[in-house]
């Protein structure tokens, strides 16, 4: 398996201009995350799915973030519109099924670094 | 919500010294503790976690110690070579690693 996949690696946009950033899980692995890493704010859980339908959007910042996953192969996280400030890399990542006290490791992608001018 | 701290931020050690990361939890229900190693420019992968129902496991170099009552958990590396040089992040998590509350992270430098 190629492990998960994000595109692109690397964006750079003008403020107010829109961003979509893609995702695909590990086949099988039916939970998805999208982190943003800064230096100031660390790791930062945004939202995830469980087979395809959010679980937990409480991170996400402001209503200018969405989410989807219209199904188990791809996702996607929007910015509209972009600001300085959402400079970071995002990171995707799944894991697998979990049933009862089976932890399981999440698999992050390679980030995509996002440059918002 | 969760919240967790981890301590040092940067930590820097002589080639074959050991390292120890701390880390504190605030929800007692937390019952999966998770360490994640980033290289720099890469993404962070798993090097190893424990379950709230032990109290430490070992892998090689690296072992991790848990004390509920505390609320607390470290990261142990003996033997530090240059390539353990990374940012290392705790996580805790209260179903099991469904979603995790990561820790601010450490910058282990490993100097030759």
């Known amino acids: 398996d190629a492990g998960v996949i994000q595109s692109p690696r690397h964006e750079v946009t003008e403020m107010g201009q829109e961003v979509t950033l893609r995702c695909k899980p590990i086949?099988?692995?039916?939970?998805l995350f999208w982190y943003r890493q800064t230096m100031m704010r660390g790791l930062e859980l945004l939202i995830y799915f469980n087979n395809n339908v959010p679980i937990d959007d409480s991170g996400m910042p402001e209503d200018r973030f969405s989410a989807k996953m219209p199904n188990a192969s791809f996702s996607t996280l929007k910015i509209q519109p972009s600001e300085p400030r959402d400079s970071a890399v995002y990171f995707c990542a799944s894991s697998p099924p979990g049933y009862g006290e089976i932890y399981n490791e999440q698999f992050f992608g390679p980030g995509t670094r996002l440059t918002v001018l | 919500g969760e919240n967790v701290e981890q301590h040092p931020s940067t930590l820097s050690v002589q080639e074959g010294d050991s390292a120890v990361i701390k880390c504190t939890y605030s929800d007692s229900a937390s019952n999966y503790f998770p360490w994640y190693k980033q290289e720099l420019g890469k993404r962070p992968q798993l090097i190893i976690d424990i379950r709230s129902n032990v109290g430490e496991k070992k892998d090689q170099r690296i072992a991790v110690t848990l004390n509920k009552t505390a609320k607390h958990f470290s990261l142990h590396i003996t033997e530090t070579q240059p390539e353990d040089s990374a940012v290392y992040f705790c996580a805790a998590s209260i179903n099991y690693g469904q979603n995790f509350v990561f820790g601010p992270g450490t910058r282990l430098s490993v100097l030759p």
């Open positions: 086949s099988g692995h039916d939970y």
